[in-house]
């Protein structure tokens, strides 16, 4: 008999396609109307909700050995170093892409997302730019890594890896990863109107999909879902490096 992953008032429930759809629609959604709220508002507190949402989902679903099979295991610790290494490195890449087709435009999804820093100061010392590099930074590197890869790279990807195997399912979750991150760039509010940047959108959207793959590739590498979440925190280190040091 098939163990059941889930806690006995969820018990009725088992990875698969629909359920995995499900997930995207219940988080994805609302996520993404947020996140194109807080653009037009410049409040992107409540961004940090959902993320915490996907933090405590698995707990709130999932037994030890439901978390055990999303990923939630003892990591393999040189794969973690390098998935760090390698998350930083591919920001650089869409920072120099984005500056090369786009340079200081917000066309460029560095510059259009700087924005969301809009409760910094005007003019930054050097000090005070260090000082709101390591809170920006922190905050990036725990809250949306944990709580997206927990989600996207545990849960979906179990759900759909159950149904589909784990190539499709590779693609399913980072499909929907990219796509979501549409709200955070692509479809853009400037100067009191909406806008889409097709080709900027586009290329954004594909460096995503590709940086998920990495993602899921680390998980497999370091045995642990937590060679997917350091991946993601470096990448999002660089990006807030990046915006701090070369945009702002």
């Excluded at 759909?160 to 853009?188: C, Q």
Aim: net charge positive; proline share 2%; aromatic share 20%.
């Amino acid at each position: 008999m098939e163990e059941n992953y889930f806690r006995s008032l969820f018990s009725r429930l088992e990875f698969g396609w629909q359920l995995g759809l499900v997930l995207i629609l219940l988080w994805g959604i609302p996520r993404f109307l947020i996140v194109m709220g807080a653009n037009m508002s410049g409040n992107y507190q409540y961004v940090s909700i959902i993320f915490l949402t996907m933090i405590i989902l698995p707990f709130l679903l999932l037994r030890s050995s439901g978390r055990k099979k999303i990923g939630l295991t003892k990591p393999i610790i040189i794969a973690i170093i390098i998935a760090l290494i390698s998350g930083i490195i591919f920001c650089m890449v869409m920072y120099l892409t984005a500056s090369r087709l786009f340079e200081g435009t917000t066309k460029n999804w560095f510059v259009y997302i700087s924005r969301s820093f809009s409760n910094l100061p005007k003019d930054l010392s050097y000090s005070d730019r260090t000082i709101f590099f390591i809170i920006y930074a922190v905050i990036s590197m725990t809250f949306s890594p944990i709580g997206e890869e927990f989600f996207y790279r545990g849960l979906v990807h179990e759900c759909f890896s159950k149904s589909w195997g784990n190539r499709w399912a590779s693609i399913a979750d980072s499909s929907a990863f990219s796509l979501t991150h549409l709200a955070h760039f692509g479809i853009v509010y400037i100067d009191g109107t909406w806008q889409l940047y097709f080709i900027p959108a586009l290329l954004w959207v594909l460096f995503l999909f590709t940086l998920s793959l990495l993602f899921y590739w680390f998980r497999k590498k370091s045995s642990s879902i937590w060679g997917a979440v350091i991946a993601h925190a470096g990448y999002n280190l660089a990006m807030t490096y990046m915006i701090f040091y070369y945009v702002l």
